[in-house]
Nanobody, 113 residues
């Protein structure tokens, strides 16, 4: 059974940090391009960041560039998103996905004072 399980979300004050994790199982994680996508309340899906299968190439939306860092540990079948200098507009449900083929259930990130 394919599973992507996100964790690490929560409530944080503006300027704070969170680290999201996405644990993968049931498929060959090391073969997949992985991404983070988010959905803010009342809005559509927004692509946030992506990383190639080997981890050597990373990509970011302009809205998070310089604040977020995507990484992966292929030995642990886990994807990460380090989020720093968080802003209220980063509030959303964050989803990881494997080449848009497999999706996690999402983790809520709320940035508020």
């Amino acid at each position: 059974e394919v599973q992507l399980v996100e964790s690490g979300g929560g409530l944080v004050q503006p300027g704070g940090s969170l680290r999201l994790s996405c644990a993968a199982s049931g498929f060959t994680f090391t073969s997949y391009y992985m991404s983070w996508v988010r959905q803010a309340p009342g809005k559509g899906l927004e692509w946030v960041s992506a990383i190639n299968s080997g981890g050597g190439s990373t990509y970011y939306a302009d809205s998070v560039k310089g604040r977020f860092t995507i990484s992966r540990d292929n030995a642990k079948n886990t994807l990460y998103l380090q989020m720093n200098s968080l802003k209220p507009e980063d509030t959303a449900v964050y989803y990881c996905n494997a080449d848009r083929q497999y999706w996690g259930q999402g983790t809520q990130v709320t940035v508020s004072s």
